[in-house]
Each structure stands twice: as structure tokens, then as C-alpha cells.
């Protein structure tokens, strides 16, 4: 019982790192309403995403102003707030891609070698 609850508490902190790329990742094309970001990164196998963790990071990234946001009326219910990405989280955008593809390169390479190893 400890192992797996050992492996799951990684297993969040790794989904909780990524998240954040995947959220600036999605709105460096054009900006969306928090509940579309929702729905479109529980789409993505293993990332476990709610609105309990999407809106708590979107206020904060917005904080670190990476992100803006405008309130827009609705016909469907109430006002809406939609994210688009800063200058500013574009170019950390950036480098959280390049820091990904290194560090996931370097991971894949040390697991192939250890699998050779063996």
C-alpha cells in the first residue's frame, strides 16, 4: 500500500509541472474560455485535469502575467472569462518547450540505456 501511494503522489507532482506548459501551450493560438481549456486538457491521457486545478493556475498564471484575461457577457449563462497568452508567457512558452524536449530526451536516453544495460 505504501509503494502505490509513493507512485501516485509522483505521479501528481509530474502531471502538476506539465500542466502548466499544456495551458500556455493551449492558448498560444488564440484565446479561450477557462471551461473550453478544461475540457480540451481532460482530453489529454494521464493529465487528470478539473476545474478545481485549471482555475486556481490560470489566476496564478495570470499573476506571474503570462496570461491576460477579459470578461465577456453570454447568452448561455454567466459572464465568461477568457485567457490569451502575454508577450510575455509566449517567450516563457518557449522556453518551457525547449526545457521539455531536453529534459525529455535526456530521460528517454537514460531509460534505453539502462534497458541495454540490463
Do not use: F, H
Request: charged share 30%.
Amino acid at each position: 500500500m505504501a509503494k502505490s501511494l509513493e507512485i501516485d503522489n509522483w505521479t501528481a507532482q509530474l502531471r502538476k509541472g506539465v500542466l502548466e506548459l499544456c495551458i500556455l501551450r493551449a492558448l498560444q493560438d488564440r484565446e479561450k474560455y477557462a471551461y473550453d481549456l478544461v475540457k480540451r486538457l481532460a482530453q489529454v491521457p494521464g493529465l487528470v485535469v478539473s476545474e478545481g486545478t485549471i482555475y486556481p493556475l490560470l489566476s496564478r498564471l495570470r499573476k506571474q502575467g503570462w496570461l491576460d484575461a477579459r470578461l465577456e457577457e453570454s447568452n448561455e449563462g454567466p459572464v465568461r472569462k477568457y485567457y490569451k497568452l502575454t508577450p510575455l508567457g509566449a517567450k516563457t512558452l518557449g522556453l518551457m518547450i525547449k526545457a521539455w524536449e531536453d529534459l525529455a530526451k535526456g530521460v528517454t536516453e537514460t531509460i534505453e540505456k539502462g534497458a541495454r544495460d540490463a
